[in-house]
């Protein structure tokens, strides 16, 4: 019975050691797992990170560029709306004639003549100027002028002169009365600039 015994505690300690070396394996191999995972976790990161951050030194470094070319556009815009263009003051005289004929003709005026006055360098900028003369009654003129000098390309009002026509007439009639008005005006364009 002792060797039962014995044979029974022999299998029992034999059995706990491959238990206890089985478990502890077990432990062991479940822990090194974690730290690998942590690690190849880290390294992933990590490489994300240098990639994240190589892409924000090039977007750093761009910056000044960028900011040029921003810079660039925004004034191209600008001047698109402000400045006249055209080939030639020829041209330009003849668009602002185009524009100034409907500005007067939408107004109940009418324009009798246009004169192309010399241009001038100012700066970087060319000034083209031009005189008008047209017929319109009071109450439109002031829409007139408000509308060349609003809309753009902008245009600038240099001189007005206006006089009456037939005041008599006019009080007659209850209407408003006839102006002869002569305006010069002008606008600027890119010096040498070809559209």
Known sequence: MTNILEQNLMESRT???????????VVAGGIVWIFLT??????????????????????????GVLRQRLEELQGAALESVALLSGDSVALVGAQLQ???????GNAGGRLETTQMM??????????????????????NLQKILYVIETQRPYLFIEE???KALSQRR???NNQAES???T????GYRKVGETS
């Open 15 to 25: 059995f706990r050691r491959i238990l206890a070396v089985g478990l502890l394996s």
């Open 38 to 63: 942590l690690y190849l976790s880290s390294n992933e990161r990590l490489a994300n990170l240098e990639n994240a951050q190589a892409s924000y030194t090039q977007a750093i470094g761009s910056e």
């Open 98 to 104: 185009t524009r100034l004929k409907q500005i007067v």
């Open 118 to 139: 010399p241009s001038a360098n100012e700066q970087s900028l060319e000034k083209i100027s031009m005189r008008a003369s047209m017929t319109v009654n009071t109450i």
């Open 160 to 162: 007005v002169d206006i």
């Open 170 to 172: 006019a009080a007659e």
């Open 179 to 181: 102006l002869k008005v």
């Open 183 to 186: 305006i010069s005006f002008f």
